[in-house]
């Protein structure tokens, strides 16, 4: 039994009222305010905030934040995420010209637009997403990266997204299929792995990424599974991260993931041919996403991204 064995395979730790100490993060700083007036002058929804990001404070300190379109509420209860759940928003039609002006303002280079989930459009958002994506293009010349909802499976939907032609393609597989009824709810894991596969298979140039969470009671072994099933559809780069609790009525941590175990596993999963595998407590889907992009277009083979 490896070293990794034994760290990962202990029984999970009960949930704690005090962090490890690798999961600190330093109080919000001045240079924050920039980012926030301008999102709040114009109206928009960020992940960044709905979802309670522990990197919020890091990525508008340097006036990059991850833009949520489609409203602030979703139609999936899922049990690891703190957007609130309930009635929809109408779809705001001048919201992609909104999110273009913010993406300029704050100088982006790299722009990343993902959604609440809209079970109740017929399809799911996705002409606002092309909307949005080709509007930021058009007026900033910025490289785009969505990070979609599932669309339920619309194959139609995902052809929309696709034929903007954001430079990475973001659908998130968030944790292991033993878990998706109690963490992913209305999701299915072959649907992820379609979407995946289908955007690869219209768009074989584009840039693929995937993302799981750590922490929820999955074992080494699912994970390298789950990992071994997005490089067979294709994807590139890989997103490992700490599930953190954003409220007590939400998913406990089962347990909390050293950073010398992420590390770990970041070998793991890059031995398997990801492009590029960013593996940390504090990884998020779109952290430093366009430091990953860009270094992927730079190198056939990159090395593990740790946070």
Known sequence: MSTLDILYDVPPEKPKRRLPKWLKRPMPSPEMQFTSSVIEDLGLETVCSSAKCPNRSECWAHSTATFMILGNVCTRPCGFCSVPKGKTEVVEVDEPERVAEAAERLGLEHVVITSVTRDDLPDGGA???YRCVVAVRERTGAA????VPDFMGNRDAVHRVV???PDVFNHNTETVPRLYDRVRRNARYQRTLDLLKQVKDEAPE???KSGLMLGLG???DEVLEVCADLRAVGVEMLTLG???QPTPDHLPVERFIPPEEFDQIGDLTRNM????VASGPFVRSSYHAGEMADYLGRHQSAPVVSS
């Open 127 to 129: 002409d606002h997403f």
């Open 144 to 147: 785009v990266e969505v990070l």
């Open 163 to 165: 034929e903007s032609r």
């Open 206 to 208: 584009m840039a693929t």
């Open 218 to 220: 999955e074992t080494l």
């Open 242 to 244: 700490q599930y953190l």
């Open 273 to 276: 041919g990801f492009g590029l």
